[in-house]
């Protein structure tokens, strides 16, 4: 079959993706499983934080005024006449002037008392406590609702929850909460050569590396990975493991996208009744990198070479299963960088993407490249941090140029505490 050879831009390929992209719908979690799931509600306080004025320190709950000529040689005497401890009421306690009541952090300020002197200002014998230091007014004093009003919204459909949101959301009362659903992403591998792990390497077979590494990638997306095994280079075998793909929400499949003799994964979809959107880009690596649409199903062929499937999962496939998650941010950090080595290559029409590696030096980001960048050297994606973005038509560059890159794997990356880095 003739297909018509769409070649797009990268930006042009991931703009067509995210308009076909319908963001899932919603589930309801414990949240203890909350974390980098994206909230599919606003999130409203139900009460006040803290519900009540409080103390903010453990010492006593004075009148701010009765303090304000005590000083480390002239401390000012009150009478104490009670204690307040954490979880316990202020009800039927009172402090007046020259009165103070001991008072624990977080336990609530009795009536009269606007401000609380910390221990470590006072000295307390015989039923009287010596202040050697004035408060202000509301010193070690929490308000009501300082934190969170009632009726507040504290989080916001479509934010990424953190562990801290965790916390916010148990502090007004919420153990389950709405988020958006998980895709579910089948990934074929495709070719006569391919052998899954534990199979004897035959003479000319390779192992399967895509299934497992672009498994990996779904999982680190936070989406559910459906690995599907190997079809060989056929219409028919293609096709059998597509059938059993459907009830996914995204279908990957590796290699056999090209215009080679037995590439069939076009025949496969154009089969399918798969709309295509586009079928090259160009960027090295993953120039055959095709994408379609069935109904809200998404459909990525993406190169074969374990490389560009990679990179093409980074670039493509990554932004779209985030955007079904309910992500509004979709992107890898972008970071200006000096180049520690120069970069032979002629120009060409492709935007290319180098594998590099950086390190932050005195504040700023040096990258070099990771050795050998051709797209079957899988060593060069494995030792990368980023990649260098090789803009279209740019020449060879030197060292000690800017270059742009892009923070794949931007993680714990210091060996010490408050390394410099
Ligand atoms: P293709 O896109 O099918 O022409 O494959 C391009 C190159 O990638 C060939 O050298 C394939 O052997 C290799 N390749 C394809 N799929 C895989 C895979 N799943 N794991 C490892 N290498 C692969
Ligand atoms: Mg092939």
């Known amino acids: 079959m003739i297909h018509t050879p769409k070649t797009v831009s990268l930006a042009e390929a991931q703009r067509i993706i995210l308009t076909s992209v319908t963001p899932l719908g919603p589930e309801s979690i414990h949240i203890f499983k909350a974390v980098k799931r994206f909230l599919y509600e606003d999130i409203v306080a139900d009460n006040m934080i803290p519900p009540m004025d409080s103390s903010a320190r453990d010492g006593y709950a004075v009148i701010a005024e009765d303090t304000y000529s005590a000083s480390q040689d002239t401390p000012v005497q009150l009478k104490v006449v009670g204690e307040i401890q954490a979880g316990a009421l202020a009800e039927g306690k009172q402090v007046s002037t020259g009165t103070a009541i001991r008072i624990m952090t977080g336990a609530p300020i009795p009536p009269g008392a606007d401000a609380v002197v910390q221990f470590e200002d006072t000295l307390e014998q015989d039923g009287y406590v010596n202040i050697f230091r004035r408060v202000d007014r509301y010193e070690n004093y929490r308000c009501s609702g300082e934190n969170i009003k009632k009726g507040e919204k504290v989080l916001l459909k479509g934010d990424r929850l953190n562990a801290a949101d965790v916390g916010i959301l148990a502090s007004v009362n919420r153990d389950a909460v709405e988020v958006y659903r998980r895709p579910t992403v089948a990934v074929i591998s495709?070719?006569?050569?391919?052998?899954?792990?534990?199979?004897?390497?035959?003479?000319?077979?390779?192992?399967?590396?895509?299934?497992?590494?672009?498994?990996?990638?779904?999982?680190?997306?936070?989406?559910?990975?459906k690995p599907l095994g190997i079809a060989k280079d056929s219409l028919q075998e293609v096709r059998q493991l597509l059938d059993q793909a459907l009830d996914a929400d995204v279908i990957l499949s590796t290699g056999g996208g090209s215009m080679g003799k037995y590439d069939f994964v076009k025949d496969a979809y154009a089969d399918l009744r798969v709309q295509m959107k586009f079928y090259r880009v160009n960027v090295k690596p993953g120039k055959p990198c095709s994408f379609g649409v069935l109904g809200n199903k998404l459909f990525f062929s993406l190169p074969g070479n374990p490389v560009s499937a990679m990179t093409s999962f980074i670039q493509f496939v990554r932004p779209a299963l985030l955007s079904l998650m309910g992500a509004q941010k979709l992107f890898k950090p972008v970071a200006q960088a000096i180049l520690d080595e120069p970069i032979n290559k002629k120009p060409t029409k492709n935007l290319r993407l180098l594998r590099g590696c950086f390190s932050l030096q005195g504040g700023e980001f040096h990258v070099s490249t990771t050795g050998d960048q051709k797209s079957s050297v899988f060593k060069s994606m494995r030792d990368a941090n980023c990649l260098i973005i090789v803009p279209e038509n740019s020449g060879p560059l030197k060292a000690g140029e800017k270059v742009r890159i892009q923070l794949i794997y931007h993680e714990e990356i210091a060996v010490s505490a408050w390394d410099p880095a």
């Open 190 to 225: 495709t070719g006569d050569e391919l052998a899954p792990i534990g199979q004897k390497l035959e003479p000319g077979k390779v192992r399967d590396v895509n299934a497992y590494a672009l498994c990996a990638e779904v999982a680190k997306c936070n989406a559910l990975p």
